[in-house]
């Protein structure tokens, strides 16, 4: 590339002076492109203390538990290799639903990361193409990494079993390891990494050295590589999946059975989708002029979603073959979730808008509204504990004995809230609400982290310029059409942050709820994370408890991309 090319001047204006050094260094990292070689490579070298301790941290205990969720044992890690027998074991034939519908997303999502960065490199004049050798090199590297990586695992696991008692040496330890790390399946897998490293690297450096230089060059390697890992994702998924499938029908027909898998499959999934449509139909409804073509809209939604719950209603069949104790530590953790959410993020928003204006002892009160977040949880879950105490004698209970109402178990109440309010209508449990036991619970929740919300809604009111209240003000706007037009629009992105945020917090509470529990309550407030605590410390059934760990992951995300999907068009930044 040529200085007047950079400079956009003209090349004939100026006499080209060309040095015998400049036309003799012609090495790998010379001239301006190879300065951006080394650039880059002086930038990846700082980062790679972060990239360390995030893959160290974060990636390699999801890593593992993925791993170890395809094991079954009893107090053994890794244990036996047993596919999705846990999944199965957890929430039954869904496992095969989860599983499909999973591959198919893995593979939109690579067909859509590639779509995109063509589309991107097409608007800007760029080659696109020529970065899938270097891209997929680099896709099939972390693939084979990961590979290895999880070939080696139940070696070194293995070796401590191998050093006991007398075995326990220095040199035993050091033959074990190389006996591990020399295995032919371990070492396969990394001869082929650091061969698709060497490929990706040499095709990486053929494409920036042979570009031309006035064509605006961009690099989307990590297009192909984003592309690549996702498709191979998929195949493990999709390997394992029919594995277990083609195992439980070889079952089933020895025993003379049969296997409705792909009706259930086709109903649930025809359900879902015609969920999809209405949603569709409801959001097209709010942007028709014509009123008959709204409740056209409308009705059309509201009979799609009558079809899907005829359709879906073969989910509860195949959630009964799950594990009982895992559906309904679900279910309490929704519910403790709807039960702390709305009531803290409005507590909040009212307490903030209060603190907000020019009062006297604002300082102090948020000091005081701040203080139930930062005090220890399990201190005051204790405390919480002791006052709604199932005793007479406890302070809730002497409060309402005061006002002459009988006094209730609380903490140790494991009745659905909806069966004590209608002594005379006993509901199923499943459709009776959270039970009073976790009603004190999401009161304690609501309780420690509305302090919080209301300093974050705090700093989101700050941010809004006292000049477009007071022009609200002269043209006649008193307080309530300013905090509905201006106050919640502009805050809005302090809300969704909020909301993302207490899905996450109230699917990962795991200290109060576990202080706060008792086994009077009859399991009623184990939360999901609570019932993966159990599995793993109690029952020592390590490989069932990272499945259950996985799917709770696959839970939140999915509640985060639903949450992302309706706060994208009610989000203003300004």
Not at 314 to 324: N, S, V, W, Y
Request: cysteine-free.
């Amino acid at each position: 590339m040529s200085d007047a090319f950079l400079t956009g001047q003209d090349a004939s204006a100026r006499p080209a002076v060309r040095t015998p050094d400049t036309t003799a260094r012609r090495g790998l990292l010379a001239g301006r492109q190879g300065r951006r070689v080394r650039e880059a490579l002086l930038a990846y070298l700082f980062l790679l203390p972060a990239f360390l301790v995030v893959g160290l941290f974060g990636l390699f205990p999801l890593i593992f538990a993925a791993f170890m969720s395809t094991h079954r044992g009893l107090n053994r890690i890794p244990g036996t290799f047993d596919g999705l027998g846990n999944y199965i074991l957890a929430i039954g034939d869904l496992t095969y639903f989860l599983g499909f519908w999973g591959v198919v997303v893995l593979v939109f999502l690579a067909l859509q990361a590639v779509g995109r960065s063509a589309t991107a490199a097409r608007d800007k004049g760029s080659p696109f193409w020529r970065w899938a050798a270097p891209g997929i090199a680099f896709g099939v590297m972390i693939a084979a990494w990961l590979g290895w990586l999880i070939r080696l695992l139940p070696l070194l696991l293995d070796i401590p079993n191998q050093m006991r008692g007398a075995r326990n040496t220095p040199e035993n330890f050091r033959r074990l390891l190389g006996e591990a790390l020399a295995t032919p399946a371990t070492t396969q897998l990394l001869w082929l990494t650091l061969a698709a490293l060497i490929v990706g690297v040499v095709s990486a450096w053929i494409v920036m050295r042979n570009r031309h230089h006035r064509i605006h060059y961009a690099n989307y390697a990590g297009s192909f590589t984003l592309a690549t890992i996702l498709i191979g994702v998929a195949a493990l998924i999709g390997w394992l999946t029919w594995a277990e499938l083609q195992s439980n029908i070889t079952e089933s027909l020895a025993s003379g059975g049969g296997l409705d898998i792909g009706s259930q499959m086709i109903l649930i999934s025809a359900g879902f989708l015609l969920l999809w449509l209405s949603w569709r139909l409801w959001q097209s409804a709010s942007r028709r002029d014509s009123m008959v073509s709204v409740m056209l809209r409308l009705g059309g939604a509201a009979m799609l979603i009558i079809g899907a719950w005829v359709l879906v209603a073969e989910a509860p069949r195949i959630i009964a073959q799950g594990d009982a104790k895992w559906w309904n530590a679900l279910l309490a953790t929704f519910y403790y979730s709807l039960g702390t959410i709305p009531p803290q993020l409005i507590v909040a928003l009212v307490l903030a808008v209060l603190l907000f204006q020019e009062i006297r002892g604002r300082s102090f009160f948020r000091v005081i509204y701040f203080l139930p977040y930062i005090a220890p949880f399990v201190g005051t879950a204790a405390v919480f504990k002791i006052i709604f105490s199932s005793r007479p004698t406890a302070p809730i209970n002497s409060i309402l004995s005061f006002f002459g109402l009988p006094s209730q178990a609380w903490i140790n109440e494991p009745a659905g809230i909806l069966n004590l309010l209608t002594p005379g209508l006993q509901l199923p449990a499943w459709s009776a609400g959270p039970s009073l036991a976790l009603i004190v619970i999401m009161i304690y929740g609501v309780w420690s982290f509305f302090g919080f919300n209301t300093v974050i809604f705090l700093a989101g009111l700050g941010n809004i310029p006292k000049e477009m209240y007071e022009a609200a003000a002269i043209d006649g706007a008193g307080r309530w059409p300013q905090f509905r037009y201006i106050t919640l629009p502009l805050l809005s992105p302090t809300l969704y942050f909020l909301t993302l945020y207490s899905v996450i917090g109230t699917f990962k509470a795991f200290n109060h709820i576990y202080v706060l529990r008792t086994g009077a309550a009859l399991g009623t407030t184990d939360t999901a994370s609570v019932v993966i605590f159990q599995t793993f410390q109690r029952d020592t059934r390590y490989g069932y408890a990272s499945a259950l760990a996985i799917l709770l992951l696959l839970v939140i995300i999915l509640l985060t991309i639903v949450n992302n999907r309706v706060a994208a068009e009610r989000v203003h930044y300004g």
